[in-house]
């Protein structure tokens, strides 16, 4: 109920939507607008990031969805551990889930990308 009222509060102020597109001047006007109705309503950071993505429409909508599911398997990949499945089954999942962590796939990382592997490893 909370969660509707602060919706609802939000929505008075008529906050535009955004649907992306190559743009990037009406993307910072977007903001700046979104920003005022943040600061006028005290909203914290969780709030902000749910109330902004509450308006996005097409595009921006569809990029904000395929960004949280990335940044999902990004976080499934950094808590791996190996639990109950085999060195195998570990490996494969974790190459998987490493293709969502760009930084884990240059040739600079690649003993980073090894400790981390060993970290998740059964003792």
Sequence with gaps: REDEARLERFMKHK??????????????????????IFEAMRCTEEDKTTLGAYMLREEANHWWKNARQRNRKVVEFLELKQGNMTVAEYA?????????????????????????FESGLRP
């Design 92 to 116: 494969a999942k974790f190459e998987s889930l490493s293709a969502f962590s760009p930084y884990y796939n240059t040739p600079e990382a690649e003993y980073d990308k090894c400790v981390k």
């Design 15 to 36: 906050p535009p939507t955004f649907i992306g597109g190559y743009n990037p001047e009406g993307a910072v006007k977007w903001l700046e607008e979104v920003e005022i």
